[in-house]
């Protein structure tokens, strides 16, 4: 363990932080040389395995993620002319989709018109893994790609239940205002708190940790902040 993140671990004192503390010393206790993103991660008393425990959704951080996000998009006709006007980064059908299949991946969002997921999910083992697949329920599978453009341009950030049970969701940069962090860690939190299963039983969020790209993890107090935002 470096010398700078032993330095940093010292400043995390309390077993657990309100957001509002959390925010301030996720900005003080980040060392690197870099602007780090900062995360929110949660942990959820669901079981992944069952379908009808599947916590999956999106929503558009107030603030932003403070990072230029490179949007890709495979359509066809007017709908490919519209991606372009909307401001896409990279736009095409099957030439694209051969690129990727030779490896090239230099983009962050993917968004694909229905009428072209036939041949989008057979890039499935490509694009799966890396959480670049298009989905309907993210809003990455539509017709309305300029209006799909328009949010992820905003801070449109998506959020999906892993193995483990667990949620990492980037709620901005360590250069961010406090409030800034708060603001849109709260905008995730509600979120996730809305699509909570029906099916699942018990405590729903098990804790909650607010953390930079290399700064220690700070427990946040997550019974405090459901009260805040529900």
Request: aromatic share 4%; net charge positive; proline share 4%.
């Amino acid at each position: 363990m470096g010398k700078k993140i032993r330095e940093a671990l010292t400043k995390v004192s309390k077993p657990l932080y309100s957001l509002e503390e959390a925010s301030a010393l996720v900005k003080e206790a980040a060392f690197a040389k870099f602007d780090e993103s900062v995360e929110i991660a949660l942990s959820l008393g669901v079981d992944p395995k069952r379908a009808d425990q599947m916590v999956r959704g999106t929503t558009v951080l107030p603030h932003g993620t403070g990072k230029k996000v490179r949007i890709l998009v495979i359509a066809k006709g007017e709908k490919e002319q519209e991606a372009r006007e909307a401001g896409a980064d990279f736009v095409g059908n099957d030439d694209l989709l051969q690129k990727i299949q030779d490896g090239w991946l230099e983009f962050d969002s993917m968004i694909a018109t229905p009428d072209m997921m036939g041949a989008v999910g057979r890039m499935g083992k490509v694009l799966g893994p890396r959480g670049l697949m298009p989905n309907p329920k993210t809003g990455t599978v539509t017709f309305e790609v300029g209006k799909a453009i328009e949010e992820i341009r905003k801070g449109r950030v998506e959020y999906k239940v892993d193995k483990a049970g667990n949620v990492h969701v980037a709620v901005g940069k360590v250069s961010f205002e406090s409030q800034q962090i708060i603001d849109n860690a709260r905008t995730v939190f509600d979120s996730i708190m809305k699509a909570k299963p029906s099916s699942s039983k018990g405590k729903y969020v098990k804790s909650a940790t607010l953390s930079s790209t290399m700064g220690p993890g700070i427990r946040l107090d997550s019974v405090g902040l459901a009260k805040q935002v529900g």
